[in-house]
């Protein structure tokens, strides 16, 4: 099978290319740079990627992200275009191509599946995210590496603000509330309490239906949705709470679980930042996804996964890797894990902050359960969360 | 043997001295004034409780609720004190000498007792709360009752709406001093919980510099080094939570009297939910278990603060033959069959489509008050209540 690999810096792009060369597919990198990538349709783009696939007789086109862009053009090659989206806030997605025909949009949040497939729109499909196994496990941890990496609780930010997380990068956030206070600090208030309800749960979003008209009007006074930053099928309400607060809650979750953690337990955070702030937290830089993140995943007892609330359903990408791995994971709750692996098998969860530490003091503490929870994980994800598995769906 | 029975104007205190004669008890009672007294430990009360229990060669104190005071005595002359707790909160049971060694104290809310074990109270136990169901099915109901107290649907409880309502108070005061971010955090906390089932967030969410603004207007001693409770739950709980009871129960019962006949018993005047017909509060012994067997549906809406517990009123309900329906509280399932012997509601669209069932199927509703009467009964009753907390203490043969 020919592939255009769309080519940008997107994590695990080691693991698919590696996986895909071992399906025997036959894939091209082409370079596709930021122009082509927006949500606005770049004309000159679309005749590079049509030049590109003619050159290389390409049957179908790949990328991690939707690009409207790379849909017309493989769209008037009369290629399929797959795409599997990793952000769980691609802005991207609620684009008003992605009903191509020849679109094959691979979501891994149930919700956002359901909420695009609702609209009747066919070209979307449920995909979780996948382990390549097979490369995770011909990388080796040696003595000074258990040592360096080895924390009790480890914490890696996979999407190092690209994505719709990141800890304290929350300019849109900031913007709004500092002109609510400027006006209406009652509305500042009541706007701070209700994130803060929101924060205390997990599994349910309270946001919509609390975020009344009448406060609704008041948050695009204070802050007027920009301009094409935002897709047909993206909703005005839904684009304030996924991008704006979403990415706030994020943050601020990341930052107090973590500081939580670190007042107890030796916590590590793996982010490309590393002047953030987290309490006693041991900010330990940059990390090398491909080559690194496996051995952190071993090394450390307790493996921490922080859900992204925009993605209301679905099993983040660092869960699915430290299990993976034949880590040991911790992951606050979220519903798609309930689907294919057993709580307190598989993986542990909490849905509070205390939860968390209590969580944390047992499996620090009990070696055997960690091991035999860390060990069933690794079995389930080579049953049926292969990467080799995923893609098999994806491109059959 | 001697019990010496701690005497306020408690509910129940009457079928309490009967339960322990019925096993064998010489009741001593001993009246107190109103418990807000007896917050602290005050010598003069101690050395004068301790005197008596010597004079009367008591073996046993109990009293419903808790009083330090009474605590100290009993670990002075070496005698278990049980404390039946009917509050919650109720502030004097966090005091600091619960750990006594002489206390056997019972609350009702498992939320509670698991809450203070885990912070190594090892003196406090759960206990469900009983209802003397014999005395209310001897209760007659004449033709007159029936007009008076009957209706589809009763409620009967309170609105927060006068003496206790804090957050009127607070809210008021913080938008008359400026404090406007403040009263708009904690409306939103209100009405998002209101809007919110399944989980409580109200304490969770009160930081520190929110409980200071509250401090101000909320005359609340905090007395945190005396207390195994913080001050944020008592925030939620005196201020918060009823506010969003208030709030949950007018919402309710405002929708029901639209499609049904809603009768609401209350001691709070200036409170009309929608369509409903007023009356005023019920003598609780006698008078408002009329209510319960008169009216086809009783209505339970917890009051949010009480995490898991079985409220008092759900007994008595039960046990004077009448329907249930209930808000969702976790202890429920500790004790009876939902759907057999009460019904419990998961939202305000399921409360009204269940009234709605069940008063067109009266065999069903009259066969699941008949089952709740019956598990009262024969496990729920004050007897075996009393009899439980005497073996606790170690008393029981």
Known sequence: MKILYMDWDHIGKKDLLDCMEGLGYNTVLFSL??????????????????????????????????????????????????????????????????????????????????????????????????????????????????KKYGAQVSYVDCFNGKNGSSIGKIPHFGQLMFELGEKDEYTEGYLEGLLEAQMQLYGCDILTENITEELYQKIIAAKPLEKDRYGKYMPEKKAYIDDIFCRYMASAEQERLLKASAEYFETFLYTDDSKIPAGNCVNKGKLDLDEELPKVIRASKVNLSITNRSSRTGIPYLAMQIMGAGGFLLTSYQNEFFNFFEPDVDFSYFSNKDEMIDKIQFFCTNETERAQIAGNALKRIEKGHTLRQRLEGIFG | MKLMLIDWSCFGREDIRDAFSSLGYTVIRYPVGSQENHGNIHKEQVEKLTKEISRQNISLVFSVNYFPSVSESCNQ???????????NPQIQ????????ECNFIFTFNYFTYRTLRGKGVKTIYYIPMAVNAKRLQALRLSEADKEEYGSELSFVGAFYHEKTAYYQKVREGLLQSGKNRTAGYLEALCLTQLNTYGALFLKDCLKDDTIRDILEFFPYEALESQHFID?????????????????ERMKLLTSLSEFFAVKVFTYDTGIQPGKCRMHERTEPYDETPKIFKASKINLNISLRSIETGIPLRAFEIMGAGGFLITNYQEDFMRHFEPGEDFVFYESEGDLIEKCKYYLKHDTEREKIARSGLRRVMSNHTYEIRIAAMIRIAGMGD
């Open chain 1, 33 to 146: 740079q930021e122009e082509a990538r927006r949500l606005q349709i770049n004309d000159e783009w679309i005749q590079n990627i049509k030049k590109a696939i003619e050159e290389d007789n390409t049957e179908k086109i790949f990328s991690i992200g939707y690009f409207p862009t790379v849909s017309e053009a493989a769209k008037e090659k009369g290629c399929q275009y797959i795409s599997w989206i990793y952000d769980s806030l691609d802005l991207n997605v609620y684009a008003e191509n992605i009903t191509n025909d020849n679109n094959r949009i691979c979501i891994f949040d149930y919700a956002l599946f359901e909420e695009l497939s609702g609209q009747d729109i066919h070209t979307v499909y449920h995909v979780p995210f996948a382990v390549n196994t097979e490369r995770c496990g011909r990388i080796k941890l040696t003595e000074d590496e258990q």
């Open chain 2, 77 to 87: 002359k070496g005698i278990p004190y049980i404390s039946w707790v009917y509050d």
């Open chain 2, 231 to 247: 001050v944020s739950s008592v925030c939620a709980s005196y201020v918060l939570a009823r506010r969003v009871t208030k709030l």
């Open chain 2, 93 to 100: 049971m966090y005091f600091i000498n619960i750990i006594n």
